[in-house]
């Protein structure tokens, strides 16, 4: 009587279940996917803007992506988009591989608005405690991790101060602050040096070094093309509401041998000419 050895056979076949199954971890944390979002101009609802125009594009595990562009390009409103502020006209729009419907992904990210709006008569760490306990951390973390950032963001000397004796630049810290306490993994970036000075910058820029060594995923909105060749892997450039150009920093700069400004500078007048003259057509 013979046997047969199967093992060979079972190997395969895990192989083949294993190559066909994709590695949750390498799925998009964020994807945009034909995305159209129209605002009515009026209450009547005679006439629509397009704020954003067919975009597609994707934001991997553990890197940091860049959305560039001018004022009024779209940038804030595909944020509103992922974070579920706003819904898309048409199109689809995924977190963490999961639509966007599913509000349980929103656990898994820290969001700063370039405009904070706190309450201005809690202290700085009064304010943590509270969007800890919004967070749903336990009385435990919040007492160990509210030092702790407020040491990373450079107010652990105001810790006590209320908000309302904060300059811009320092409610702009409590912000950082605020969006890690559930160590998120989406960090979501509009606008993170706005009010700040040149050490303010300098700790953004190590933050999202740290995010990404930690293996986190950041999405950094900003109008400043130095700050994001400093700290992107991959960018996308958005004008008029559709996305320009996209790539990896390497990609864009031509290796380094020349600035993201210059290659973008004259891609941003050609499309202000172009929005301008849309306007004026229309």
Known sequence: MTTTDTAP????????????TPDP???????????????PTNWLRWGMLRAVDHVSLTIAPGEVFGLLGPNRAGKTTLVKIL??????????VKRFDQPTTNRETLKRIGYVHENQAFPR????????????????????KIEVIVPILLEKVGLAD?????????SKGMVQRLGLAQALLNDPDLLVLDEPAEGLDLDGRRMVADLIAQRREAGKTVLLVTHLLAEAERVCDRVAVILGGKIVRQGTVAELTNQGTTSL???LSPIYA??????????FNG
């Open 9 to 20: 056979v079972e190997r395969d076949r895990a192989v083949a279940v294993s190559e066909a």
């Open 25 to 39: 971890r390498m799925r998009p944390v964020a994807e945009f996917v034909e995305v159209v979002k129209d605002y």
């Open 83 to 92: 974070l579920s502020l706003t819904q898309p006209t048409s199109g689809t």
């Open 121 to 140: 008569y809690l202290t700085a760490t009064e304010l943590l405690r509270y969007y800890g306990a919004l967070s749903q951390l336990s009385t435990a």
């Open 158 to 166: 105001r810790a006590r101060e209320p908000i309302s004796r904060f």
């Open 261 to 263: 400004e210059e290659t």
């Open 270 to 279: 050609a499309g202000r000419t172009a929005v301008s003259a849309a306007a």
